[in-house]
């Protein structure tokens, strides 16, 4: 069987994360419990769920030219993604997230570093690899207007492209027009309508909510339909929204049905939050279809 062929654009960050059993107040000193460095960004997490799913994975990026670029390429590599199309720069760090987990949830900071440089002219050096996608997939931890460029890139040439907005901002009219699926969670949707009066009812049917532990949902004919999530039993949430992301895509370039894909998602971030992590804990297809098998039973 052919394997769907997906261009992540976006972000690669070296997570730096601290475990605790709370989040500080204001001022306040907390010890922690735990400290790692992990690989992570958005894109690049999407892109390894995408690739444990059984996906021809290509990553369009920048990193700096330092250990923590050398080793975000590498472990892409070793996750089978191709990494010909990420460059590394001089003079600018590699981006980095600072992370802090809490048995309930998490918090984030992000620098984007090199991120920042994802320009126009990243796209058109590597316009071949986003030509030869079934799908195209990005974030918004690199600029708006390479966002914005890369959806008439697809736009122009037919090229689905799901546009997962977050951190959410205001998008362009180009990028919602052009887009084939938005996937913001419930907060972002919150802050895109804002952004946008009117966006969800012109565009209702181009938005997959997640929701966490109540799955996901998504619109037809004005009908909000929502696709409920399995019971897990939650270790770390880092990631699982670009889990799901990854794994939506990898079924819906499968020519998979919107719902199944919803499902299919929905279960495989389901068994990321069971693991410390993002890339670490993104599942096998094997494991997901386990757990759908198990599921129908």
């Known amino acids: 069987m052919t394997k769907p062929k997906i261009t992540i654009v976006g972000s690669l960050n070296m997570d730096l994360v601290v475990t605790a059993k709370r989040h500080p107040e204001i001022g306040e000193t907390l010890t922690g419990q735990t400290f790692s460095t992990l690989c992570g960004g958005k ?11 059984g996906c021809d994975v290509t990553f369009i990026g920048k990193v700096g030219n330092d250990a923590f670029g050398e080793e975000m390429i590498e472990n892409l590599r070793n996750e089978g993604i191709n990494v010909d199309h990420i460059e590394k720069v001089d003079d600018t760090e590699s981006g980095i997230a600072m992370i802090t987990v809490n048995p309930m949830d998490n918090t984030v900071i992000i620098v984007p570093g090199a991120n ?3 320009t126009k002219d990243v796209l ?6 986003i030509l030869n996608s079934d799908i195209v997939v990005t974030q918004l931890e690199i600029p708006m207007e390479t966002v914005d460029y890369l959806a008439t890139i697809c736009g122009e040439n037919k090229i689905d492209l799901v546009v997962n907005p977050a951190p959410a901002q205001r998008l362009t009219d180009n990028i919602i027009e052009n887009s084939t699926y938005i996937t913001p969670n419930q907060i972002e949707l919150t802050q895109l ?3 946008h009066p009117g966006v969800l009812n012109n565009y209702a049917h181009k938005f997959v909510v997640t929701s966490g532990s109540k799955g996901c949902y998504y619109t ?3 009908y909000k339909v929502t696709v409920p999530t399995r019971k897990a039993d939650v270790v770390d949430t880092t990631g699982a929204g670009d889990c799901f992301n990854g794994a939506f895509v990898s079924h819906i370039a499968r020519g998979q049905s ?8 929905n279960v495989a971030a389901s068994l990321s939050v069971e693991k410390f992590g993002a890339q670490a804990a993104m599942p096998t297809m094997d494991e997901v279809m386990e757990k759908l098998s198990s599921s129908k039973k």
Request: aromatic share 6%; with cysteine; proline share 0%.
């Open 116 to 118: 920042a440089l994802m």
């Open 220 to 222: 037809v004919d004005a």
């Open 258 to 265: 919107l719902e199944d894909s919803c499902n299919f998602a």
């Open 193 to 195: 309508a804002d952004f």
């Open 43 to 53: 894109g690049a997490n999407q892109a390894v769920a995408a690739a444990r799913l």
């Open 124 to 129: 058109d050096a590597h316009k071949d690899a």
